[in-house]
């Protein structure tokens, strides 16, 4: 019997309970691409799991021989690859053999991660797209054998109360209030969501905290789903300099960037802003931008705000395929993984409020169509005026109202849909009543 890799791991997790405890957790079956070999760690581990002990020679062999599929040769040259693996010099050297397993464990995950990839990007997989290669790759090359396995609760009594009384694990707000409610200010590895309905200020909720958070020292990234580079920065400087959108262009150039420059000679952070196209980019390009930015720039952000979470894509999950809940669950996973990833909080919104039947009949510029024919890129006129069609939601189940106009027109929404009306919004829930008159832009 040759000394492979795959036998000296395998001796060793029947021989060396020790290393065996420290490794097993890392172990995957997937790893032993040999048939005999994927079988005897199957039994190994079951073994292990049920009876919280390393198997002897001849329970091995016996429990190998209730795998039903096995012929009587497989069954024979199992036992012999059994027999030898028992036979084989343990290593005295406990760490070493800990770093053979460690880097057998990664080699493996990079091969198995790369042939993954192949299947991929020749169409064969159902449930990632191309965009999921990245981060199968990056997986793969990350396994380390952490042998840290969670806090201890009378051991890490120190350690635990260092970590509650550290003010910088808390990034605070400008609002004192927000500060009283959350203790503080949120924590770094977190995902942070502002939930809001249409035109309600998500966007400028996320401007207003880049701005803050550069104003407190700390360096940003604004990472754009919607709006293009130059408009966000707008909103920004409205907010720095105190002055409207629409009259930064009226002061002109000298006294714009004197104003600039002042601001430049305070300790305040960098704000970087980054666009994409809505449902272009997933946290794996966000990752790839984190890395270009530290390398090209030597920018590293404290803080992230991304503009907003029901536009940006998942590396895992395909919209055509999945729900929308499982679909943003996905996303809002990715995100969080990349707050913990860079140690920051992670600020996002979401919107609210998809609550029309799919077959209301809408104003577009190619006149009434209803909803479930719109595709991105058309425009539709509302009481706002024309807004162009930038994402398409997956139709939801919900319980439905039907309201009927004085014209007769019938409208099938949700409780929570909101109508502009002569006295502010209103929705079902909010009292939504007989004789309201709903605004309509003239």
């Known amino acids: 019997m040759n000394l492979t890799t795959e036998a000296l791991m395998l001796s060793s997790l029947v021989l060396d309970e020790d290393f065996t405890r420290q490794v097993l957790p890392y172990f995957k079956e997937e790893y032993f691409h040999d048939k005999t070999e994927k079988i005897i760690f199957s039994v190994i581990k079951d073994y292990l799991q049920k009876y919280d002990s390393s198997p002897n020679k001849t329970t091995l062999i016996f429990d190998v021989r209730d795998k039903k599929e096995l012929n009587d040769t497989e069954y024979e040259q199992i036992s012999e690859y059994i027999n030898n693996i028992y036979k084989i010099e343990r290593p005295t050297d406990s760490s070493w053999l800990v770093k053979q397993a460690e880097e057998f464990c990664q080699n493996k995950a990079v091969y198995n991660a790369i042939i993954q990839s192949i299947e991929i990007y020749d169409g064969k997989s159902k449930e990632h797209t191309t965009?999921?290669?990245?981060?199968?790759?990056?997986?793969?090359?990350?396994?380390n054998f952490d042998n840290h396995v969670g806090m201890d609760f009378f051991d890490d009594v120190q350690n635990r109360f260092e970590y509650y009384s550290k003010v910088e694990n808390k990034v605070a707000f400008d609002i004192d209030i927000l500060n009283k409610i959350t203790g503080g200010g949120v924590s770094k590895k977190t995902l942070n969501l502002i939930l809001a309905g249409v035109f309600v200020g998500k966007s400028l909720t996320l401007v207003h905290l880049a701005a803050a958070y550069a104003k407190a020292g700390y360096d940003v990234l604004y990472i754009s789903m919607e709006m293009r580079e130059e408009e966000v920065f707008k909103r920004i400087d409205a907010n720095m300099l105190k002055i409207p959108t629409d009259k930064i262009a009226d002061i002109g150039f000298d006294k714009y960037n004197s104003k600039i420059e002042k601001l430049k000679q305070k300790s305040y952070g960098k704000i970087k802003v980054k666009e994409y196209a809505p449902c272009s980019a997933h946290a794996g390009h966000f990752n790839n931008l984190l890395q270009e930015l530290k390398l090209k720039q030597r920018?590293?952000?404290?803080?992230?705000?991304?503009?907003?979470?029901?536009?940006?894509?998942?590396?895992?999950?395909?919209?055509?395929t999945a729900g929308s809940h499982q679909y943003l669950t996905s996303v809002a996973e990715e995100l969080r993984a990349l707050a913990f990833e860079y140690d920051v909080p992670l600020w996002s919104?979401?919107?609210l409020n998809r609550c029309l039947f799919y077959k209301t009949l809408v104003n577009t510029n190619n006149g009434k169509v209803s909803l479930d024919t719109i595709n991105i890129g058309d425009k539709i006129i509302g009481s706002k005026g024309e807004v162009t069609v930038e994402y398409i939601y997956p139709i939801e189940e919900q319980d439905c109202y039907e309201i009927i106009l004085k014209s007769g027109k019938k409208i099938i929404c949700s409780a929570k849909h909101i109508f502009p009306t002569e006295i502010g919004n209103k929705t079902i829930e909010t009292g939504l009543a007989v004789k309201d008159k709903l605004y309509v832009k003239k």
Do not use: N, W
């Not at 965009?131 to 396994?143: D, N, R, T």
């Not at 992230?304 to 919209?319: M, T």
């Open 299 to 320: 920018f590293t952000p404290q803080v992230i705000l991304v503009d907003y979470l029901g536009i940006v894509a998942s590396s895992r999950q395909k919209s055509s």
């Open 131 to 143: 965009h999921a290669i990245p981060q199968l790759i990056k997986e793969a090359i990350g396994i």
């Open 349 to 351: 919104a979401q919107q």
